[in-house]
């Protein structure tokens, strides 16, 4: 009887500790291309707070990246394309193979995921 006892108290705190945690969508979960924002939108949305990041994508596909400082919550599950989400609003200027610049939002909170083979821009959010 005691042995049932603490079985069921261990699991019932396992259970309680593994939701505490913020959930997150798993990396096959069904998304939609970042919302696309005009330059202005982008200088405004960082004027506001947003957290900025500028890349690159080169001619072969490959993106380089640097973010500003802000928040960032991500799952804990190994992937490259692992979801997450930052209590801010997230910009990024992506200038594309061609010379071309074009711009996204994240809205703050939103689940976001960087998916390489994602075009026009990896930059996804999980539906």
Known sequence: MVRRERIFSTLTVAALVASCGPSYAPANAPSAACQEISAADFDTA???GATRGEA??????????DTGPGLVQCAAFKSAIRPCRRPNDFVIRYRLADGTMTHVR???GEEY????AARPTPCEVIL
């Open 113 to 116: 995921r960087l998916r390489l």
């Open 56 to 65: 690159t994508i080169s001619q072969s596909g490959v993106v380089s990246m």
């Open 46 to 48: 960082i004027k506001a």
């Open 106 to 108: 994240v809205a703050a």
